[in-house]
Antibody, heavy 120, light 108 residues
Framework: EVQLVESGGGLVQPGRSLKLSCAASGFTFSNYYMAWVRQAPTKGLEWVAYISTGGGSTYYRDSVKGRFTISRDNAKSTLYLQMDSLRSEDTATYYC?????????????WGQGTLVTVSS | DIVLTQAPLSVSVTPGESASISCRSSKSLLSSKGITSLYWYLQRPGKSPQLLIYQMSNLASGVPDRFSSSGSETDFTLKISKVETEDVGVYYCGHRLEFGAGTKLELK
């Protein structure tokens, strides 16, 4: 059974940092591109960042470019999102997802999400 | 960038009746390999999203055949026949990294 378990969310002040983790199991983690998708309260879904299988290529939406860093440790089957210079508009539930499996670009599997609240 | 437009934004359905949700793309989603990369996701209340339909018309594992999807290169329809309580939630269409705004389905 595929499992994606996020951790690291919480309340943080504007301008501070937070690092999210996502522990994966039940599939060959190193074969998948991985992504973070977020959802602000009462809003829709929005991709944040994604990373290639080996970690050598990373992509970000414009609003987080230069502030967020996605990375992975294939030996530990773990995905990360380092979030710096946080803003109130980054407040959201962050979901870890699989993205590209070598054939199709799709969000096939999702974690349960971790809530990040940016507020003073 | 591709823009996905869903309609309606909300729909209220009597249990046992059918519901349809539309998704329109600003560009063709048909690839040169003949695959239409349109996906449907369901987010039940308080839960994370889950994949319902892939490549426009294929049911994801465990999805009941009350769900069906069809379309052309730019216009798509998700149909739910005999709506049940467990179908309540927000439905999103998607293509690669982009999502539609979502359609909230509730019961009358």
């Amino acid at each position: 059974e595929v499992q994606l378990v996020e951790s690291g969310g919480g309340l943080v002040q504007p301008g501070r940092s937070l690092k999210l983790s996502c522990a994966a199991s039940g599939f060959t983690f190193s074969n998948y591109y991985m992504a973070w998708v977020r959802q602000a309260p009462t809003k829709g879904l929005e991709w944040v960042a994604y990373i290639s299988t080996g970690g050598g290529s990373t992509y970000y939406r414009d609003s987080v470019k230069g502030r967020f860093t996605i990375s992975r440790d294939n030996a530990k089957s773990t995905l990360y999102l380092q979030m710096d210079s946080l803003r109130s508009e980054d407040t959201a539930t962050y979901y870890c997802t699989t993205y590209y499996d070598g054939y199709y670009h799709w969000f096939a599997y999702w974690g349960q999400g971790t809530l990040v609240t940016v507020s003073s | 960038d591709i823009v996905l437009t869903q309609a309606p934004l909300s729909v209220s359905v009597t249990p046992g009746e059918s519901a349809s949700i539309s998704c329109r793309s600003s560009k063709s989603l048909l690839s040169s390999k003949g695959i239409t990369s349109l996906y449907w996701y369901l987010q039940r209340p308080g839960k994370s999203p889950q994949l319902l339909i892939y490549q426009m018309s294929n049911l994801a594992s465990g999805v009941p055949d009350r769900f069906s999807s069809s379309g052309s290169e730019t216009d798509f329809t998700l149909k739910i026949s005999k709506v049940e309580t467990e179908d309540v939630g927000v439905y999103y269409c998607g293509h690669r990294l982009e999502f539609g705004a979502g359609t909230k389905l509730e019961l009358k």
